[in-house]
T-cell receptor, first 115, second 110 residues
Framework: SAVISQKPSRDICQRGTSLTIQCQVDSQVTMMFWYRQQPGQSLTLIATANQGSEATYESGFVIDKFPISRPNLTFSTLTVSNMSPEDSSIYLC????????????FGEGSRLTVL | EDQVTQSPEALRLQEGESSSLNCSYTVSGLRGLFWYRQDPGKGPEFLFTLYSAGEEKEKERLKATLTKKESFLHITAPKPEDSATYLCAVQALSNYQLIWGAGTKLIIKP
């Protein structure tokens, strides 16, 4: 298993500002995943972050809006840029047990409210 | 298009009242079906993986079953601590990305 720490746990932000979410894992992992969870909706994968390479973004998500860093095998950040109220959501960091198993460990999430 | 639909959206039960949650899926070749539990303010927690029709997995009061079109999460004699949102996800043979349902919010009243 893996223990994942995310911060901030919640924040209230003003429209047009940017916020960086940090994700720390207690073990080295190859891939880290960033998800968005909007109220009443399913989890949506934003991007996959591999150490030493550019993140891979899913359809509908772009690097300019959601830049990701992955400086080492235990840490990643997701920035939500130029925020609008539509970005209000829970953002979750996760890692996988093994490779391509579908068994994910999640952080507790970062709840962002954009005014 | 691959998709996952969970029903009902919410389910309220009395303590001890058994019931089932449904996860219907459409996928072009199933690699695996996953159940997660999510408590308020927490990230999802992995429960089960099912790989083929007819397979069953159990954990305490929970039993997950799988057919070619859907999965059921049966909860027997639930307790208030079983209250949570239960998420279903599938993984297709064509890629490893999980496709998630919107979840069923289960409330067990004492």
């Amino acid at each position: 298993s893996a223990v994942i720490s995310q911060k901030p746990s919640r924040d209230i932000c003003q429209r047009g500002t940017s916020l960086t979410i940090q994700c720390q894992v207690d073990s080295q992992v190859t891939m880290m995943f960033w998800y968005r969870q909007q109220p009443g909706q399913s989890l949506t994968l934003i991007a996959t972050a591999n150490q030493g390479s550019e993140a891979t973004y899913e359809s509908g998500f772009v690097i300019d809006k959601f830049p990701i860093s992955r400086p080492n095998l235990t840490f990643s950040t997701l920035t939500v840029s130029n925020m609008s109220p539509e970005d209000s959501s829970i953002y979750l960091c996760s890692v996988e047990q093994g490779a391509n198993t579908g068994e994910l460990f999640f952080g507790e999430g970062s709840r962002l409210t954009v005014l | 298009e691959d998709q996952v639909t969970q029903s009902p959206e919410a389910l309220r039960l009395q303590e001890g009242e058994s019931s089932s949650l449904n996860c219907s899926y459409t996928v072009s070749g199933l690699r695996g079906l996953f159940w997660y539990r999510q408590d308020p303010g927490k990230g999802p927690e992995f429960l089960f993986t099912l790989y083929s029709a007819g397979e069953e997995k159990e954990k305490e009061r929970l039993k997950a079953t799988l057919t070619k079109k859907e999965s059921f999460l049966h909860i027997t004699a639930p307790k208030p601590e079983d209250s949570a949102t239960y998420l279903c996800a599938v993984q297709a043979l064509s890629n490893y990305q999980l496709i998630w349902g919107a979840g069923t919010k289960l409330i067990i009243k004492p």
